[in-house]
Nanobody, 115 residues
Framework: QVQLVESGGGLVQPGGSLRLSCVAS????????ISWYHQAPGKQRELVAT???????YYADSVKGRFTISRDNAENTVYLQMNNLTPEDTAVYYC?????????WGQGTQVTVSS
């Protein structure tokens, strides 16, 4: 079993920045990839960024150049640094892990970009 807890969401003005954190616990040695997804009201959940166990990264086109995913293995934490935020980034952001035992989701953290 793997547990994921997100934090760092909040209200920010357009052009601002936030850093989301996802802390993993449980069978963390079995985790392969960790991703961030977001889901805006009335829309499907979409992949934002992925970091593999070998620290390769992938980004959705909409966030390339603005968001950075990273991991701190010592702290069992994956971060999503979000810069130059726009109202279109408003969504609930979820942490997602693919592990040997299965697929896991966090509870989500709300990000609202508004003036």
């Amino acid at each position: 079993q793997v547990q994921l807890v997100e934090s760092g969401g909040g209200l920010v003005q357009p052009g601002g920045s936030l850093r989301l954190s996802c802390v993993a616990s449980g069978s963390i040695v079995s985790i392969y990839d960790i991703s961030w997804y977001h889901q805006a009201p009335g829309k499907q959940r979409e992949l934002v960024a992925t970091i593999t166990s070998g620290s390769r990264t992938y980004y959705a086109d909409s966030v390339k150049g603005r968001f950075t995913i990273s991991r701190d293995n010592a702290e069992n934490t994956v971060y999503l640094q979000m810069n130059n935020l726009t109202p279109e980034d408003t969504a609930v952001y979820y942490c997602h892990a693919i592990a040997r035992a299965g697929i896991y989701w966090g509870q989500g953290t709300q990000v609202t970009v508004s003036s």
